[in-house]
Every structure is written in C-alpha cells, then in structure tokens.
C-alpha cells in the first residue's frame, strides 16, 4: 500500500520557540494532505486540510496564525507551530489522498508527530 | 453532520475470547467505513474497510459488515491474541472520500 512517511518522530522543544513537521507520501502522489491531532487517549482531530499549490482550510476554532500549513509539491506538506507553548504538546498525525477534483480516494496515514512543549 | 458512535472500553479480554466492538453511524448518502488500528506510539493503520451496504471487510482475523438498515460496521474477531491489544477507531468518509470523522475509540487490552 502507499505510504506515508513524518519527521520528525518525536520533537522536544522549549516555549515560545517553533516546530516544523513534515509529511512526506512516498510513493505516491497526493493531491489533498490532511493534519490531526490527537490528545491523550482520545481520538482524532482534523485541523486543516491542505491542496497542493494552495492555502489550508482550517477547521472551526484551530489558529490559522499558530499552526502554518505549507503544501508546496505533491508529495510533501509541513505543519508549523509557531511560538509553541506546553498546550500545543500532543500527538500529530497527517494523512494524504490521491483524487481528482475533489473525489478522494483512501487517505493513507503517517505515524504521527509526538511533539512535547517544555 | 456526520458522525460515529462507538463503545469507548476499557475492554479487557483474555487471549483467544470473543471480540466485538460495537460502531453505528450516522451520515447522509452512502458513506464509506473504515477500522483502524493504533498501536502504542504509533500512528493510524487501516485495518479494513467497506464502501457500499452489505459489504464485509476483513483483516488478519477481524471482519466488520457494512449493515445500512442498522447503520453499523460493528468489528469482530473469533479468537482475539495479546498481539491485538491496541486503541480501535471506526471512521467513516462521505461520497467523495472527504469529511473523514473519527469515533473516540476503543482500547483493548488482551492477557495472556
């Protein structure tokens, strides 16, 4: 199946600095990348979701100027958190899809991003 | 909107028991389903899937049937092993394969 890769694994980092995240497909090319979160034990939260070429949507009370999304090729999208603090820590998942418009077919995950704010 | 109820556990088995994980839903036109599978400190794996009433998905032993008139994707395996301890998510995707919604998620713990 297509896989999905995310780095880095596991980032540590102090407040009021920034954390980027990449998602790379690696053997296939995505036209639509999404980002989730997760917090501990409890299930999945879309924050946005990222066309190629073009501005993330962001979902209804996630910051559009805290959490930058870049999609700038196919196969690659980052998740950015700026100015990080200890309630950004959590778990970060992404996910991409192949389709045309707009018609996705299966969205392959990546591991996940554990992100911990000192 | 869309949505998905499932049994949020604990739920504890002893190696080789029954398994179900009980998932209904609800959405308009014909949703596709999804189980997936996360392991401790990993991500997301699918697990199965089904995209239209009346089909069945199956894994490694697990098996869910898409039953619209119940809209329920209710997951089961026969003889569950320590190895299958894990958090289960059941998900679902509109029509078009966007709007993908999570249920919270059953943890299984299985021992030996």
């Known amino acids: 199946g297509a896989v999905v890769s995310q780095h880095p694994s596991r980032v540590i980092c102090k407040s009021g600095t920034s954390v980027k995240i990449e998602c790379r497909s690696l053997?296939?090319?995505?036209?639509?990348m999404f980002w989730y979160r997760q917090f501990p034990k409890k299930s999945l939260m879309l924050m946005a979701t990222?066309?190629?070429?073009?501005?993330?949507?962001?979902e209804q009370g996630v910051e559009k100027d805290k959490f930058l999304i870049n999609h700038a090729s196919l196969t690659l999208s980052t998740l950015t958190v700026t100015s990080a603090h200890p309630e950004d820590s959590s778990f970060y998942i992404c996910?991409?899809?192949?389709?045309?418009?707009?018609?996705?077919?299966?969205?392959?995950f990546g591991p996940g991003t554990r992100l911990t704010v000192l | 909107g869309n949505s998905v109820t499932q049994m949020e556990g604990p739920v504890t088995l002893s190696e080789e028991a029954f398994l179900t994980i009980n998932c209904t839903y609800t959405?308009?036109?014909?949703?596709?389903l999804f189980w997936y599978v996360q392991y401790p400190g990993e991500g997301l794996q699918l697990l199965l899937k089904?995209?239209?009433?009346?089909d069945k998905g199956s894994n490694k032993g697990f098996e869910a049937t898409y039953r619209k008139e119940t809209t329920s994707f209710h997951l089961e395996k026969g003889s569950v092993q320590v190895s299958d301890s894990a958090v289960y998510f059941c998900?679902?995707?509109?029509?078009?394969?966007?709007?993908?919604?999570f249920g919270p998620g059953t943890r299984l713990s299985v021992l030996p």
């Open positions: 996910s991409a899809a192949t389709g045309l418009a707009g018609v996705y077919n299966e969205q392959f």
């Open positions: 053997d296939f090319q995505a036209t639509t």
């Open positions: 990222s066309n190629e070429g073009s501005k993330a949507t962001y």
């Open positions: 959405a308009t036109g014909y949703p596709s």
């Open positions: 089904a995209t239209k009433a009346d």
């Open positions: 998900a679902l995707t509109d029509n078009y394969g966007q709007n993908f919604v």
